[in-house]
C-alpha cells in the first residue's frame, strides 16, 4: 500500500521522471561499455594464452608493455633447464599494418616449438615446418579481407604466402597472422630477439608446486618475471591504465547521474511541500517520509539501470563488431556485471535520496499548509 504513493508522485510529472530514468540509464549504459570494454581485452588475451597451452609467460620485468619489450632468444635454452619446466617456446610479437592498411597481430615462433601443434588447421593441413615466406592467418582476418590458399599478401614490404588458416575459440588469435620466428625476427629487424618466453610446466595441477618453480624462476632470472597465465592480464600495465580510465569515466558519469536525480527529488519535494506537510499533520515520521524519498529514487535509478544494461549492452556489441576493436576484445555480458551494475544503480538512487530526504523531513506543518 504504502508503494502507491511514490509510484503515485513520480507519475504526476511524466516527462520529468522519464527524463530522470534516461539520463540515469545513459551513465549506466557508459558503465556497462567501458567496463565491458576493458574485461573484454583482458578475456582475449587470457583465452588467447590458454588455447596456446602456456600456463607460465615470462617477460622482462619493468616494462609497461608486453609488445614493446624483448629478451634474448637465447634465454629460452636456459630456462628449460629449471626444475619443472617442461617445455619453452621464445615468440616474438608486433602489432603492424599489412600493405592493406589493416592492423593485424603478428606472431613468430621457432620451427621447434611446441605452440605449432596447438593450432587448429580448418583447411591446408596441418604444418609441420613452415618455408621461408610463408604464413598461417587467422579465419577472422582470412573472413574480412577474402584471402585464399596461395594468396601472397605484403607485410612491412615483404610478401608472405598463405600457407594456410588457423581456428580458434579465441578472438585475438582469429585475428593473428603467425610465421617463422626467423622471418619475423628479418621483418622486424630485430635478430636474436623474442617478445616473451611460453613455458609449459610438468605438475601444472598442483599449485604449490606452480607457485614453487615461478619462484625459482624469478630468483635464477633477475630481469625477467614470470607470472600464470590467469595474472597476466591483471598485471599488464597498459591494460590497468585502461581499465582505471573505463573506471574512472564511468564514475564520472554515475556521479552525475547522482545530481540528476537530487535535481529531479528536490524540484518534487519543494512542488509537494503542502502535501508533505499534510502527512507530518497526521504523525508521520521522519523515518517515514525519509522512506517515501528513497523509494522514488531506487524506483527511477532501478529503471534507468535496467534499460541502461540494455543499451549499454547493444552499445558494446556494436563497438566490438563494428570497429577494429573486434580483433582485441572479447566480449559478454556476464551475470556478475549486470548484478554489479543493478546494485550500483540501488546504491545511486539511495545516496541520492539522502539530502532530498533530509530537506524533506525539515519542513514545518504549520507553514507547509499554509504554502500553496
Not at 530514468?21 to 570494454?37: H, K, N, Q, W
Not at 621483418?187 to 605438475?203: A, D, E, I, W
Not at 511541500?273 to 521522519?286: F, S
Request: net charge neutral; glycine share 10%.
Amino acid at each position: 500500500m504504502f508503494i502507491a504513493i511514490p509510484k503515485r508522485n513520480l507519475s504526476r510529472r511524466r516527462m520529468r521522471t522519464a527524463l530522470t530514468c534516461i539520463g540515469v540509464a545513459l551513465g549506466v549504459a557508459s558503465f556497462i561499455a567501458l567496463v565491458g570494454l576493458s574485461r573484454g581485452v583482458e578475456r582475449a588475451w587470457t583465452t588467447g594464452l590458454n588455447e596456446r597451452g602456456t600456463h607460465v609467460l615470462g617477460m622482462r620485468r619493468g616494462a609497461a608493455e608486453i609488445l614493446t619489450a624483448t629478451l634474448d632468444e637465447g634465454l629460452g635454452e636456459k630456462i628449460s633447464m629449471v626444475k619443472g619446466v617442461l617445455a619453452v617456446s621464445g615468440e616474438l610479437m608486433d602489432l603492424s599494418q599489412l600493405d592493406t592498411g589493416s592492423t593485424v597481430l603478428l606472431t613468430g615462433w621457432p620451427d621447434h616449438s611446441n605452440l605449432w601443434n596447438t593450432l587448429d588447421i580448418g583447411t591446408g593441413g596441418k604444418p609441420i615446418k613452415l618455408d621461408n615466406g610463408e604464413v598461417i592467418v587467422g579465419q577472422s582476418i582470412a573472413a574480412a579481407m577474402g584471402y585464399k590458399l596461395g594468396q601472397e599478401l605484403g607485410i612491412s614490404g615483404r610478401e608472405y604466402r598463405i600457407r594456410a588458416f588457423s581456428k580458434s575459440k579465441g578472438t585475438l588469435n582469429n585475428n593473428t597472422i603467425v610465421m617463422r620466428l626467423d622471418d619475423l625476427q628479418a621483418t622486424m629487424g630485430k635478430s636474436g630477439r623474442v617478445t616473451v618466453f611460453n613455458l609449459m610446466l610438468k605438475q601444472i595441477d598442483d599449485q604449490d608446486h606452480v607457485a614453487e618453480v615461478i619462484k625459482q624462476l624469478n630468483n635464477a632470472f633477475e630481469g625477467l618475471i614470470f607470472q600464470e597465465t590467469s595474472e597476466v592480464a591483471y598485471n599488464n600495465k597498459i591494460l590497468t591504465l585502461f581499465t582505471d580510465i573505463a573506471w574512472g569515466m564511468s564514475s564520472i558519469a554515475l556521479l552525475i547521474c547522482t545530481f540528476v536525480v537530487i535535481n529531479t527529488l528536490m524540484m518534487s519535494i519543494t512542488e509537494r511541500k503542502r502535501e508533505i506537510g499534510i502527512y507530518c499533520a497526521l504523525g508521520w515520521k521522519p523515518a517515514r517520509i525519509i522512506l517515501m524519498i528513497g523509494i522514488e529514487a531506487i524506483i527511477m535509478t532501478m529503471l534507468g539501470g535496467i534499460a541502461g544494461c540494455i543499451i549499454g549492452g547493444f552499445g558494446l556489441h556494436w563497438l566490438v563488431c563494428t570497429t577494429e576493436l573486434r580483433s582485441y576484445i572479447e566480449t559478454s555480458l556476464d551475470a556478475r556485471l549486470i548484478f554489479e551494475t543493478l546494485l550500483a544503480s540501488v546504491l545511486l538512487g539511495t545516496v541520492a535520496s539522502l539530502y532530498p530526504a533530509w530537506r524533506a523531513t525539515q519542513v514545518n506543518p504549520t507553514e507547509a499548509l499554509r504554502y500553496e
